[in-house]
């Protein structure tokens, strides 16, 4: 599950009743528009949210846009409180050996990339220059 998805699932946990609206929604979980709907889509389409239009005179007589509310559905509330229950505690667990970063002196500790310090030593050494590996290169 991703960061994203968690935030907004705990911001809609704190009431599930409740219908909230798309930009309710967004600046509740402090994200932009662009991430929170496609969530709410993919949240309706497995069937954890349920969404209406308001009725129509109430957004003529306030004079702006239609808007979606949308709320956890009883299912999806116990979804949503089990997938975020099992992701607090999965953050909160000691990764396993083998995820875990290796220091740098290890093979394979930096991904291959040399230490700062082997980085600055080749440069002060020069670009090739005296190299036994390539001869060519400390001639004039």
């Known amino acids: 599950m991703t960061m994203p998805t968690m935030a907004l699932l705990r911001v809609l946990l704190t009431d599930p009743e409740r219908d909230r609206y798309g930009l309710e929604l967004c ?3 402090g ?7 496609p969530i709410l889509a993919r949240l309706e389409r497995i069937g954890w949210l349920e969404s209406r239009l308001e009725y129509p ?3 003529v007589t ?4 239609v808007r979606r509310y949308y709320r956890l559905t009883a299912d999806g509330a116990e979804q949503a409180r089990d997938a ?14 083998w995820l875990s970063p290796r220091p740098r002196n290890e093979p394979g ?7 700062r310090a ?8 020069g670009s090739l ?12």
Do not use: I, K
């Open 31 to 37: 994200m932009p528009s662009g991430t929170v709907y």
């Open 57 to 59: 005179e109430t957004h």
């Open 129 to 140: 220059g005296g190299c036994a590996e390539h001869p060519a290169a400390s001639e004039p």
């Open 109 to 115: 500790g930096s991904g291959g990339r040399p230490s």
């Open 27 to 29: 600046e509740s979980a």
């Open 84 to 97: 975020v229950a099992r992701a607090y505690r999965a953050r909160r667990r000691p990764a396993p050996g």
């Open 118 to 125: 082997a980085r600055e030593a080749g440069r002060s050494a």
């Open 62 to 65: 306030q004079a702006r846009p």
